[in-house]
């Protein structure tokens, strides 16, 4: 993964969740280059919970937690830290980690385009019911 990519990476990710999985007044900073090693890219993000943020990248190893803000430590689980060492395959993984509230609205919106989908399947369903009827009824 070289850096353009990286930084191609973070910063599509990150547009793709910012208007609803993070803060609203300023979802995130891209870091300039020169704060992250060759061929990774870092971001701020702020998180939905509110006063709390992160830093974070990506590489080829997967999306990673640099710094953490916490004002509200009592809502972190016990073994929060150590995890913080790990690497996440995507951007939503590592975000659903560190902010349960992101992890609700994206199941929220989940929920909402399997609704849908479903809605728009009933539809589909009773016009080829309604066209086998008639197929039926015709002969």
Do not use: C
């Amino acid at each position: 993964m070289t850096a353009s990519f990286s930084a191609d990476e973070l910063t599509t990710a990150l547009s793709e969740v910012a208007s609803w999985g993070l803060h609203s007044q300023s979802p995130y900073q891209v870091l300039p280059p020169q704060f992250s090693p060759p061929n990774e890219s870092r971001a701020k993000v702020e998180l939905l919970e509110e006063g709390d943020s992160a830093v974070i990248g990506v590489s080829e190893k997967g999306w990673k937690i640099y710094l953490r803000s916490v004002v509200d430590f009592d809502r972190l689980p016990a073994e929060s830290a150590a995890k913080d060492d790990q690497s996440f395959e995507t951007l939503d993984h590592l975000l659903a980690y560190l902010s349960p509230e992101f992890e609700r609205k994206r199941m929220e919106l989940l929920a909402q385009k399997l609704e849908g989908i479903s809605v728009r399947r009933s539809w589909e369903g009773d016009e080829e019911a309604e066209v086998a009827d008639e197929a039926t009824t015709k002969e």
